[in-house]
Nanobody, 116 residues
Framework: QVQVVESGGGLVQPGGSLRLSCGAS????????MGWYRQRTGKQRELVAR???????NYDESVKGRFTISGDNAKNTVTLQMNSLKPEDTDAYYC??????????WGQGTQVTVSS
């Protein structure tokens, strides 16, 4: 049974930083791509950042230069360092993993709130 567990959300002031961590367990395969998405109530889930097994990364334009994603393919873990946070970054953040042999899994989500 694959489990995707996130941690690191919370409340931070504008301009502050947070680090989100995610680990996927229960699979013998390594990830093909692993990343973070965010979703506001009533809206579609959208990509924030992802990292591929070969190290390639993709970022949403709104977070480029502020967020950095890193991952450990051997451990099936990913970290999102979020700096210079803005109120518009407030959302529920979800970790996603796609394994090299297939299978697409989501975490339960962690709330990030940027407010003074």
């Amino acid at each position: 049974q694959v489990q995707v567990v996130e941690s690191g959300g919370g409340l931070v002031q504008p301009g502050g930083s947070l680090r989100l961590s995610c680990g996927a367990s229960g699979s013998i395969f390594r990830f093909y791509v692993m990343g973070w998405y965010r979703q506001r109530t009533g809206k579609q889930r959208e990509l924030v950042a992802r990292i591929f097994a070969d190290g390639r990364t993709n970022y949403d334009e709104s977070v480029k230069g502020r967020f950095t994603i890193s991952g450990d393919n051997a451990k099936n873990t990913v970290t999102l360092q979020m700096n210079s946070l803005k109120p518009e970054d407030t959302d529920a953040y979800y970790c996603n993993v796609v394994f090299s042999q297939g299978g697409n899994y989501w975490g339960q989500g962690t709330q990030v709130t940027v407010s003074s």
